[in-house]
Nanobody, 119 residues
Framework: QVLLVESGGDLVQAGGSLRLSCTAS????????MGWYRQPPGKQRELVAK??????YYADAVKGRFTIHRDGATDTVYLQMNSLKPDDTGVYYC??????????????WGKGTLVTVSS
């Protein structure tokens, strides 16, 4: 069993910054990748950024403003969000693809943390 716990969501004014954190715990042999999705109000969930075996990815909408960093020692991924815009508002979900037993990988989700950017 693997658990992802997020923190850091808050209400912030446009132009401000926030840092989200997500820590994985449980039966972890290897983390293949960790990243962040978001779901704006009334819209579908979308990939924001991820880091892992395949490299680092950022959605076009956040390039140059958001930075993802994974700490392998603590199985924690951070998302530093700068120059926030009202369009960044949404529930941010941590996602990880983890090898939890020999030759068995699974995808896990956190419960989400709310980011609200006021104009």
């Amino acid at each position: 069993q693997v658990l992802l716990v997020e923190s850091g969501g808050d209400l912030v004014q446009a132009g401000g910054s926030l840092r989200l954190s997500c820590t994985a715990s449980g039966s972890i042999i290897r983390i293949n990748n960790m990243g962040w999705y978001r779901q704006p109000p009334g819209k579908q969930r979308e990939l924001v950024a991820k880091e892992g075996i395949g490299g680092t990815y950022y959605a076009d909408a956040v390039k140059g403003r958001f930075t993802i960093h994974r700490d392998g020692a603590t199985d924690t991924v951070y998302l530093q969000m700068n120059s926030l815009k009202p369009d960044d508002t949404g529930v941010y979900y941590c996602n990880a693809n983890i090898r939890h037993s020999a030759y068995s990988d699974d995808n896990y989700w956190g419960k989400g943390t709310l980011v609200t950017v006021s104009s």
